[in-house]
């Protein structure tokens, strides 16, 4: 990889940054702007990952010429994660959380608020944060006096969802205010959760990613490229229920369904007709 865009500014000459199999280096808009330069290097910071001048050259042009996948593009409207050659554009957005938080105003439910049976004041622990939609409408619902606690595997991932729920801007009643609450962690849920108190929440959610066809929206497509695809395995469901006081509650899709999953108490029908369910139930101090 030649270094002739680097600058004094560019002040990590290691390798680009690697998640997984993919590669990228930070860089800004094409205009030179020194805050954005500034911004986009504290990311680099933050990823440790390499700060790049963008130096007008286009995406594609500055990973071929920097030798990586991608590029994290701080702008002065948002911070993405651009693929160029497989036109995957990831950016933190609170996907359809407004729209499900306003069902729930007009008395018209959500099918995963039922499924965990969630009311005011209770402590959710979210294993797959993801874009955190799912977090902020369970934390519009358990409100001030409850607790969302978020884990996203993915460096990056995890990275922008903690600073989207700190900066995001959205209308809607008390939805700005649920996204700000949730404690959004990175952490891989396989180790975090033998470190956590038994019962410390009253509901463990999971809803990893679902490999088949049948949840291929072009809306879930950049997260799914990014995100982390390791299965979930049962002795990780065995500790949800050791840290979860009420249930465990996993989102599967019906032609997808989890095999040889612990203590299954119920399946509960999901918003679509491919989507369920499974509720595990808390496990006796003697199971665990
Ligand atoms: C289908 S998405 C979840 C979407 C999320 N429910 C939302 O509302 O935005 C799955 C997410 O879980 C993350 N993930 C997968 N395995 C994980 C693990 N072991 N611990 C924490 N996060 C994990 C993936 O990186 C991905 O971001």
Known sequence: MGDRHMSAEDRRPAAPRECDDLTYVVTTSRRYDPRLAELAM????????????????????????????????????????????????????PSMARVRIRNLIEGMGDPMVTAMGLAEGDRVLDCTLGRATDATVASWVVGEEGRVVGYEAHPLVAALTIDG???????????????????AREG????????LETGSFDVVYFDPFFEHALERSQAMRPLRRIGVHDRIVTDTFAQARRVA????????????????????????????????????????????
């Open 42 to 93: 504290g990311w680099a910071e933050r990823l440790d990952a390499r700060f790049v001048p963008r130096a007008e050259r286009s995406l594609q042009a500055l990973c071929g010429e920097e030798g990586v996948d991608a590029v994290l593009t701080v702008t002065a409207e948002r911070v993405s994660l651009i693929i160029p050659a497989e036109d995957v554009k990831y950016f933190f957005h």
């Open 165 to 183: 729920l700190e900066h995001y801007e959205i209308a809607g009643r008390g939805v700005q205010e649920a996204m700000r609450r949730i404690d």
């Open 188 to 195: 891989d849920c396989a180790r975090v959760l033998p470190t």
């Open 245 to 288: 006081r009420r249930c465990v509650v996993i989102k599967q899709g019906r032609e997808e369904r989890f095999a040889d999953l612990p203590g299954v108490e119920d399946v509960v029908a999901g918003g679509g007709s491919r989507v369920e369910y499974v509720l595990l139930s808390a496990a006796k101090r003697r199971d665990v």
